[in-house]
């Protein structure tokens, strides 16, 4: 079936530094590709999301890049600060109907 | 708005008991799923609905049963508890049916336990 592979699983990254979470979907009809944020007790919000016929799509700090050729997508988080601590999910549309499917997630964790 | 509902937050069940996740939004939307997910791993599709009267299964959905009579309410009945089944479940909902691509908004959850 259909699957989305996230990495790493957890990161750990300096405040002010840059934060990079890579996925690889395996749908090549997939269109479209969100990421969310969940923080701890609470439920997933999405924070950007892109469109297979756009390669790059930023919002402040956050930035989403897409290589459908490669099959897969990254979110850039610059200027990392403490609330930018908490798991951070990405999903890839399949083709054939009306699912998302899911990574596994991502744990950020900001040092100060 | 309220947004996406979910009743109640916390439940504990015995093995073998029955009982509904009550899922509702106000926003109008077509499209409501449920997910549940544990710890250490991504969310996963249980069932889903693309509008009053049309439901399908997602990936894990076995043990669930569900039914969009309005446009507003997705509860998700549990038929026979087991302990497999102790998850925190979220309820989604999003405005198109465009083949999934559109922002889905959460519910706060329900943290399920089966003793």
């Known amino acids: 079936g259909e699957n989305v592979e996230q990495h790493p699983s957890t990161l750990s990254v300096q405040e002010g530094d840059s934060a990079v979470i890579k996925c690889t979907y395996s749908d090549s009809a997939s269109n479209y590709f969100p990421w969310y944020k969940q923080e701890l007790g609470k439920r997933p919000q999405l924070i950007i999301d892109i469109r297979s016929n756009v390669g790059e799509k930023k919002d402040q700090r956050i930035a989403v890049t897409l290589n459908k050729t490669a099959k897969h997508f990254s979110l850039h988080i610059t200027e990392t600060q403490p609330e930018d601590s908490a798991v951070y999910f990405c999903a890839a549309s399949i083709s054939s109907n009306y699912q998302l499917i899911w990574g596994a997630g991502t744990k950020l964790i900001i040092k100060p | 708005n309220a947004g996406v509902t979910q009743t109640p937050k916390f439940q504990v069940l015995k093995t073998g008991q029955s009982m509904t996740l009550q899922c509702a939004q106000d926003?109008?939307?077509?499209?409501m799923s449920w997910y549940r997910q544990d710890p250490g791993m991504g969310l996963r599709l249980i069932h889903y609905?693309?509008?009053?009267?049309?439901?399908d299964q997602g990936e894990v959905p076995n043990g669930y049963n569900v039914s969009r009579s309005t446009t507003e309410d997705f509860p998700l009945r549990l038929l026979s508890a087991a302990p497999s089944q102790t998850s925190v479940y979220f309820c989604?909902?999003?405005?198109?049916?465009?083949?999934?691509?559109?922002?889905?908004?959460f519910g706060p959850g329900t943290r399920l336990t089966v003793l």
């Open positions: 609905s693309v509008g009053a009267g049309i439901t």
């Open positions: 926003m109008n939307h077509e499209y």
């Open positions: 989604a909902s999003s405005y198109g049916v465009a083949r999934g691509g559109d922002t889905q908004y």
